[in-house]
T-cell receptor, first 116, second 115 residues
Framework: GAVVSQHPSWVICKSGTSVKIECRSL??????MFWYRQFPKQSLMLMAT?????????EQGVEKDKFLINHASLTLSTLTVTSAHPEDSSFYIC????????????FGEGSWLTVV | AQKITQTQPGMFVQEKEAVTLDCTYD???????LFWYKQPSSGEMIFLIY??????QNATEGRYSLNFQKARKSANLVISASQLGDSAMYFC????????????FGTGTRLTIIP
């Protein structure tokens, strides 16, 4: 079964609004989670590292005020796309490593965002 | 900086045949890990196999095996007895450093299994 879960799987929002995507680790605690973005027919690009109890670390070129990340608990990280625009339409996916499960890094199911 | 290269944008393979997906990597770190993920059209990333840089034996997981050639910096995925359900995008990824969980991905290979 799923080890990391994301919600929602699909979301359509109007331009200018904000949308929140949740990433949950199931049955384990994750002090660190990662958010990736994938454009159609392209690879995954790391956006930011979500750190429990502290500020997220953003990759170069990623607007931290645009993509707000909150890791308020050991099992939940949220990504909020603020003032969304059509160019933010993409596939967003999170990952976490389950301690004690070897070196496997698990991904959520991903979230398809369409901004209209 | 680390880099993953997948040179095969697409592959067509007859059902039940074995297939090798190529992956080369570049890093100056001695400690690293290599992953293969399968991404069906639904988008989820399904973990297939992992190889650590210090692992002496090639990793195997069911029909999946990783042909790890450290000197050549290659980590090819071998799928034996391919099935129609194997049709998907396949990504090679690398993490660098001990305890690091950030992954750098290759551009992927779209595998299509022909009945």
């Amino acid at each position: 079964g799923a080890v990391v879960s994301q919600h929602p799987s699909w979301v359509i929002c109007k331009s200018g609004t904000s949308v929140k995507i949740e990433c949950r680790s199931l049955d384990f605690q994750a002090t660190t989670m990662f958010w990736y973005r994938q454009f159609p027919k392209q690879s995954l690009m790391l956006m930011a590292t979500s750190n429990e109890g502290s500020k997220a670390t953003y990759e170069q070129g990623v607007e931290k005020d645009k993509f707000l990340i909150n890791h308020a608990s050991l099992t939940l990280s949220t990504l909020t796309v603020t003032s969304a625009h059509p160019e933010d339409s993409s596939f967003y996916i999170c990952s976490a490593r389950r301690q004690g499960a070897g070196n496997t890094i698990y991904f959520g199911e991903g979230s398809w965002l369409t901004v209209v | 900086a680390q880099k993953i290269t997948q040179t095969q944008p697409g592959m067509f393979v007859q059902e039940k045949e074995a297939v090798t997906l190529d992956c080369t990597y570049d890093t100056s770190d001695q400690s690293y890990g290599l992953f293969w993920y399968k991404q069906p059209s639904s988008g989820e990333m399904i973990f297939l196999i992992y190889q650590g840089s210090y692992d002496e034996q090639n990793a195997t997981e069911g029909r999946y095996s990783l042909n790890f050639q450290k000197a050549r910096k290659s980590a090819n995925l071998v799928i034996s007895a391919s099935q129609l359900g194997d049709s998907a995008m396949y990504f090679c990824a690398m993490r660098v450093g001990f305890g690091n969980e950030k992954l750098t991905f290759g551009t992927g290979t779209r595998l299509t299994i022909i009945p």
